[in-house]
């Protein structure tokens, strides 16, 4: 089973700043197929970018990712007022299908 | 736009058995790889298994023994069964399509339903 560790475990930033979030595998993820899921309180995680770097329909630009074998980073350019939320990467590239345990965007 | 819905018992006792439903709307069953998650606060996300409408299945290895998932192409809903529960079992359980592959994003979503497991 292939772990994911990301960090930080909270992100605290103004709106217009940056944000990097990592996502670490304890082996290497097949094909890239790394995901990336957004999810507010009370909803369904939302999908932001799969295969690595490839946003999923609807996503804004300022969403990016980068990657590959064991390192992942999700980039947002500027957050935005509604970005902050919790962050999960997810490995498909093999089973069982495995979840980081997640990054918390917070307003400084 | 397709549509999924979570519905079942809200409290199951410890040692019987957590049933699930997840009727699809806006789209056919008879297409795509159909999955079952669930979210815990101590165990975060993680995936359960899969079904594709052909009847295929695969499962988390750590449920493998306890899970069953299974679908009514008739009534264009999959369903889950997990048997003999504890406290550990009580999440969120989350019902979503895969965009195309056995192993793959899920890209289709739904709200999720709250299962307590308790006496």
């Known amino acids: 089973e292939i772990v994911l560790t990301q960090s930080p475990g909270t992100l605290s930033l103004s709106p217009g700043e940056r944000a990097t979030l990592s996502c670490r595998a304890s082996?290497?993820?097949?094909?890239?197929?790394l995901a990336w899921y957004q999810q507010k309180p009370g909803q369904a995680p939302r999908p932001l970018m799969f295969g690595a770097s490839l946003r999923a329909t609807g996503i804004p630009d300022r969403f990016s990712g980068s990657g590959s074998g064991t390192d992942f980073t999700l980039t947002i350019s500027r957050v935005e007022p509604e970005d902050f939320a919790v962050y999960y990467c997810?490995?498909?590239?093999?089973?069982?299908?495995?979840f980081g345990q997640g990054t918390r965007l917070e307003i400084k | 736009q397709v549509q999924l819905q979570e519905s079942g018992p809200g409290l199951v006792k410890p040692s019987e058995t957590l049933s699930l439903t997840c009727t699809v709307s806006?789209?056919?069953?008879?297409?795509?790889?159909w999955s079952w998650i669930r979210q815990s606060p101590g165990k975060g996300l993680e995936w359960l298994g899969y079904i594709y409408y052909s009847g295929s299945t695969d499962y988390s290895p750590s449920l493998k023994s306890r899970l069953t998932i299974s679908l009514d192409t008739s009534k264009n809903q999959f369903s889950l069964r997990l048997s003999s529960v504890t406290a550990a079992d009580t999440a969120v359980y989350y019902c979503?399509?895969?965009?195309?592959?056995?192993?793959?994003?899920?890209?289709?979503w739904g709200q999720g339903t709250m299962v307590t497991v308790s006496s």
């Open positions: 979503a399509r895969n965009q195309l592959l056995p192993l793959d994003v899920f890209n289709h």
């Open positions: 082996q290497s993820v097949r094909s890239n197929h």
């Open positions: 806006g789209g056919s069953i008879n297409s795509f790889y």
């Open positions: 997810q490995q498909y590239g093999g089973s069982p299908i495995t």
